[in-house]
């Protein structure tokens, strides 16, 4: 049932200079999966998942990413990924229709395909009648949703998000989560960073990374079970205080 | 390499740079204050030597050399000082450029041929300045002797004094008006300037907002990249050439003597290698600052060692040397070549060369030293 994995990774290691910022973790995540990478800030989250998008090379250990390896193939796995960074990735200085053109554009979506999804885009994001402002003028919490939006433009298989509702209201990290595992109910895999642990909820199986190690790993029920806890909060403090031990 | 990508790239480019107003004044007014404004203030030539004539003398021919010095038109008689210290007060105040000391006895000893000694002091802090200025006043001396001689002098049945004079043409600038020889120069620095600060600062802005990650991520080719960004910017530079010429022509008439389609010829070249430098450069800086203080630094060796200002003749031999290295240098060879004495593609060839080469490699460097990874 869960086929090749997308992602499979073995002894993963990133280290800047004597700081080892990912220690040895090893992991896979399968089709279809809502991963869930989840840590204090500063444990390595994002470090692990520049890595697996070809950003930054490992230091040591292996890691394929749709069949690519990290090391020889990064700009193989950049074609079939997507990627929302933790810094806002769209242009403010632009309109939303000219942030679609543009990163639908630099993905070689030929212009009548783009339109169709820009179109079908905006629809869905009720953001029709701005298609023409600038998102400088868009609350932070649709230009997060309008960035996932144009993160998976160009339909990848396989889309990275990294924290990707820091500094937004409750009830738009609510209906950002559903959008998400619609993407994911069409059969794509999501592989998604935050330190929120209610979100943590959401996710078919999860992580918790601790100090650049991970600490713990599999579905939300599994995890409660076998730490004994209520919430993932619990969980997440139970293993953050246990690594100062 | 896929065109989709680089059109996708130039087209953002230039949407960005017309959203910002303050981008297009800068692309309109720079070109207009600096032709306008600098031709006038880069004149070397020396006008008005200011000359204090101490006159100890008070004969005729010492007035008659006073008169004639004042006469001159490059020349203000600016005092007559009683003494001669009272001419080097004027001097140590800025006042005057030249004393020049007229001796007691002067006219007497003149005619009883014993070779009276002038004596000219000249301020030398401005170099330029006290050269011309001594020179100008030698010449008015050289023709008051002349003509002394004839009026005093019995004449020797043959002339003594061979009389070979030189009579120049100026060939190409012909009236040896500064604006002609130096709007084209100016014109390369502008272009140049605006060139290597758009293309430079352009890319360590993504770096520093952050974007450039969510391009390094995405499937374009570092070549890609690279064209992506030097384009818009290739084109501009050939936006402001053509406001430069036009304003050369309608606010100096100058109208360059070769071809139009030569100038764009070599400033298209000329563009692939700055546009190439500067983004080679911007591949190692992280922020804004850096960037722009590192260009300030090429940007100031290149126009000052370019032959802009001073000759490169003049310059010493390893100066003329780094001329050959240096793309700002061709190109203001180049522009003057066309502009004033209607050279043909074929004349500028070892500079097409020479600039061919300069892009052949940045360019390729300016993409290998770009990175997408880490």
């Keep these: 049932m869960k086929g090749i994995p997308v992602i499979r990774a073995n002894e993963l290691t990133r280290k800047f200079g004597a700081f080892v910022a990912v220690d040895r973790i090893s992991f896979e995540v399968h089709p279809g999966e809502l991963f869930g990478f989840l840590g204090a800030n500063g444990a390595g989250k994002t470090t692990a998942m520049r890595m697996l998008s070809g950003l930054i090379r490992p230091t040591s250990g292996t890691a394929s990413v749709l069949g690519y ?4 193939q990064s700009e193989a796995i950049k074609r079939s990924i997507g990627y929302m960074s933790q810094r806002f990735s769209l242009y403010e200085d632009l309109t939303i229709m000219e942030n679609i053109r543009f990163y639908g554009g630099i993905y070689g979506l030929d212009s009548r395909l783009l339109a169709h999804r820009a179109d079908e885009m905006l629809r869905q994001l009720d953001l029709e009648l701005q298609r023409d402002q600038l998102v400088r003028s868009l609350p932070t919490g649709w230009r997060q949703k309008l960035a996932f939006a144009v993160a998976i433009l160009h339909r990848p298989r396989l889309v990275f998000l990294d924290e990707p509702t820091g500094g937004v209201d409750p009830i738009v990290r609510r209906e950002f989560w559903e959008w998400i595992l619609n993407y994911v109910a069409l059969g794509n895999t999501v592989f998604a960073t935050t330190h929120y642990m209610d979100e943590a909820e959401y996710c078919s199986r999860l992580s918790v990374m601790v100090d650049g190690r991970l600490a713990a790993i599999g579905s939300p029920s599994e995890l409660r079970r076998q730490y004994g806890v209520h919430d993932m909060e619990e969980l997440f403090l139970n293993l953050a205080t246990s690594s100062f031990t | 390499m896929n065109l989709r990508i680089i059109q996708a790239m130039i087209r953002k480019e230039f949407a960005q740079f017309f959203r910002d107003p303050a981008n297009i004044r800068m692309l309109i007014v720079m070109p207009v204050v600096q032709l306008l404004l600098l031709p006038l203030a880069a004149d070397y030539e020396v006008k008005r030597v200011r000359v204090c004539i101490v006159d100890f003398d008070h004969s005729q021919l010492s007035h008659e050399l006073t008169g004639k010095i004042s006469a001159n038109p490059h020349i203000h008689v600016g005092c007559t000082a009683q003494s001669f210290e009272q001419a080097l007060q004027g001097m140590e105040r800025d006042e005057i450029d030249i004393a020049l000391l007229i001796p007691a006895h002067f006219e007497r000893d003149l005619v009883m ?3 009276p000694v002038l004596s000219a002091s000249v301020h030398a802090v401005n170099g330029q300045r006290a050269s011309v200025g001594s020179q100008y006043l030698m010449q008015i001396l050289a023709d008051f002797n002349r003509k002394i001689r004839m009026q005093w002098l019995q004449l020797p049945k043959f002339n003594p004094v061979p009389l070979v ?7 190409y600038n012909p009236r040896m008006d500064y604006p002609s020889y130096m709007v084209p120069g100016i014109l390369v620095i502008l272009l140049t300037m605006v060139g290597f600060s758009l293309a430079s600062l352009n890319l360590v802005r993504e770096k520093e907002i952050g974007t450039i990650e969510q391009i390094n991520v995405s499937p374009v080719r570092k070549s890609e990249f690279i064209l992506g960004k030097l384009i818009p910017f ?6 402001v050439l053509t406001l430069g010429l036009l304003i050369a022509s309608v606010f100096y008439g100058i109208y360059p003597r070769g ?8 400033a298209s070249l000329y563009l692939l290698a700055i546009l190439g430098l500067a983004l080679l450069l911007s591949a190692f800086a992280q922020t804004q600052q850096q960037v722009m203080l590192v260009s ?3 940007m100031l060796v290149f126009i000052l060692l370019s032959g802009l200002y001073t000759s490169v003749e003049s310059m010493p031999p390893w100066a003329q040397m780094t001329t050959h290295l240096n793309p700002v240098a061709h190109f203001i060879v180049v522009i003057r070549m066309v502009v004033l004495k209607g050279s043909s593609f074929r004349d500028i060839l070892p500079h097409v060369g020479a600039m061919a080469a300069m892009a052949g490699i940045l360019l390729p460097l300016a993409i290998r030293s770009y990175r997408k990874h880490f």
């Excluded at chain 2, 004079?165 to 100026?170: E, G, K, L, N, V």
């Excluded at chain 2, 290739?234 to 936006?239: M, N």
């Excluded at chain 2, 071809?259 to 070599?266: E, K, L, Q, W």
Aim: charged content about 10%.
């Design chain 2, 234 to 239: 290739w084109i501009l530079g050939l936006v």
């Design chain 2, 113 to 115: 041929n014993q070779n």
């Design chain 1, 69 to 72: 390896d990290v090391y020889r």
């Design chain 2, 259 to 266: 071809s139009v389609g030569t100038i764009y010829a070599f």
């Design chain 2, 165 to 171: 004079d030189i009579s120049h043409t100026y060939l």
């Design chain 2, 296 to 298: 300030y630094f090429v």
